[in-house]
């Protein structure tokens, strides 16, 4: 590319060549860095063809909401955002799910992630209003606006050791303070490329390059001029959804220390379900941070990000499962729901794993981790069928009080 034609944009979130517009382009745009009362109005525009087939999505009954409404709390805003939240994942065809965020798509990715801040944030919150969802949405728009007259986002990726707080991981908060994890940054980049392509600016085919590792920035590139070592870098309409959710469920699992990776077995653990052996002895410093947690848990405290949220895991999860992603998601929700005394909910998502995970005929697995995990499955629904025989399904006292509205600190 020649200068005459092109810029190329570097800023601390973003780099970016883009071909410059004609004056005449850029005369409908304001100067000023803030879109005023005169600009005109940016109209989000979402894909009507295709019709693709609707997701089924089956009555699986999730017991987040239900067990909150039992204890008091009202979750109107949060089921309303639930919705939303279902009414978009269900536009998403088989060739939706691995079609570019690059490209225009029948599914609007901004809206659905304040759908899931929206939901999150009502959990947390109880406040009498909603998210304002569709004000946040006018404010992802005006950043559109804004690249075009100055060619920078003015966004930054958060550091290392924030990228678990949650204004990194909700998109309305990452509006706010413009510093996100690399997912949030690469999916506001895309809406202002979309905006960009539909304004005729862009006249090439333009692909976001995803970062895996902690310190990289999302940047665009001319999708031509594209190597093979970027496939594994494009970020697909799943697998951004997938990130966003995954990025929650990490950051508020409420066992946050444990010496496996997974937290599945950190979860088990909790619940001494797992043999101390091949390595997996917890340390004295792992013991006590794994039962002050479930104290924690047990009195209904609302922890910090950095040990955990039951709510919002819960929901990260649930929300995994509505997407159909690895039927793993189901399993690790059911170790959270017998964390929170919900025994029978907690057996019929552990025998819904086995069904799916037997309906896959995948071959058995050889690693060491894997089979830790399909005997503490096992080792679970053997504890939840005796519960079951001995109690019957009433739900322990401090289920009320776990999920109760209790705001201890700590």
């Not at 950043?143 to 707080?165: D, I, P, V, W």
């Not at 690399?182 to 999916?187: H, K, P, R, T």
Request: aromatic share 10%; net charge neutral.
């Amino acid at each position: 590319m020649s200068s005459a034609s092109s810029v190329l944009v570097a800023s601390s979130s973003f780099l970016y060549w883009i071909r410059k517009p004609s004056p005449f382009k850029f005369s409908k745009f304001p100067s000023t860095p803030s879109v005023t009362p005169s600009s005109p109005k940016c109209y989000r525009v979402v894909c009507r063809g295709g019709s693709p087939q609707p997701a089924s999505f089956p009555d699986l009954s999730f017991a987040l909401h239900d067990a909150l409404e039992s204890t008091g709390i009202d979750t109107s805003h949060a089921r309303e955002a639930r919705k939303s939240f279902v009414s978009q994942i269900k536009k998403l065809s088989d060739i939706e799910r691995e079609t570019s965020i690059c490209i225009n798509r029948c599914v609007d990715l901004g809206r659905t992630s304040l759908f899931i801040a929206a939901e999150d944030d009502s959990l947390i919150s109880h406040s009498s209003v909603p998210l304002p969802v569709d004000a946040f949405l006018e404010r992802l728009d005006d950043l559109s606006m804004g690249y075009c007259s100055h060619y920078n986002s003015g966004f930054r990726r958060s550091t290392a050791k924030n990228q678990a707080e949650p204004q990194a991981l909700d998109l309305h908060s990452v509006l706010t303070h413009r510093s996100g994890s690399a997912v949030m940054l690469s999916l506001i980049h895309s809406e202002i490329l979309k905006m960009l392509r539909l304004w005729g600016l862009l006249d090439f085919d333009v692909e976001i390059f995803f970062p895996h590792d902690p310190h990289g920035l999302p940047r665009a590139y001319d999708k031509q001029k594209s190597k093979e070592s970027d496939q594994p870098h494009i970020m697909t309409v799943q697998m951004l959804l997938e990130e966003i959710l995954r990025n929650l469920k990490d950051a508020f699992w409420p066992f946050q220390r444990g010496a496996a990776d997974s937290l599945f077995l950190r979860a088990a653990n909790a619940a001494n379900c797992i043999d101390k052996f091949n390595g997996f002895e917890d340390s004295g410093y792992q013991l006590a941070s794994t039962k002050a947690a479930q104290r924690r848990l047990d009195r209904g405290v609302w922890t910090s990000v950095h040990f955990g949220y039951m709510r919002r895991a819960l929901s990260a999860c649930e929300r995994l499962i509505l997407l159909r992603t690895d039927p793993k998601e189901t399993r690790d929700y059911s170790i959270l729901l017998y964390h929170c005394g919900l025994y029978e909910q907690a057996l019929k998502f552990l025998k819904l794993y086995q069904d799916m995970k037997s309906s896959s005929a995948q071959n058995p697995s050889t690693d060491p981790v894997s089979n830790l995990e399909e005997d503490a499955v096992k080792k679970l629904i053997v504890r939840l069928n005796l519960i079951a025989m001995e109690e019957g399904w009433t739900r322990p006292w401090y289920v009320r009080n776990y999920l109760g509205n209790n705001s201890e600190p700590w």
